[in-house]
């Protein structure tokens, strides 16, 4: 494939958490925006990673530093993802449930 006229978006951001048990919170693993930013989601889908798109939460959580655990503030909004991840993997939700991420105003 030549990709001599191919340009990234710009626009585009994205960011990787990772959560272990061991962890109080999720990490930030990985962020960026353009070019890293497409392939920070393209491996996410190589990998079987669902991708989840929320412009106001990828904006918040690309005030985090690069391995520094997520916010308090942040913790809700993580979680319904996580457990929406859970229940659309066992079968029991499906992707138009996937939850509102809102903008929160306490972190900024």
């Keep these: 494939m030549n990709n001599a006229g191919f340009k990234p978006n ?4 994205a960011i990787a958490l990772a959560y272990e048990a061991s962890d109080y919170a999720p990490k930030v693993v ?3 925006r353009g070019l890293i930013a497409e392939q920070i989601i393209a491996k996410a889908k190589e990998n079987g990673v669902f991708v989840h798109e929320s412009k ?4 918040l959580l690309m005030q985090v530093d690069l391995d520094d655990h997520i ?6 909004a993580i ?3 996580l ?8 079968g029991t939700a499906s992707a138009e449930d996937a939850p509102f ?3 929160h105003d306490n972190y900024r």
Excluded at 71 to 76: D, F, H, N, Q
Excluded at 83 to 90: F, Q, S, V
């Design 10 to 13: 710009a626009n585009q951001h």
């Design 30 to 32: 990985a962020k960026g």
């Design 56 to 59: 106001d939460l990828v904006a």
């Design 71 to 76: 916010p308090p503030e942040l913790y809700l």
């Design 79 to 81: 979680a319904e993802i």
């Design 83 to 90: 457990a929406w991840l859970y229940r659309l993997e066992a």
């Design 101 to 103: 991420i809102y903008k």
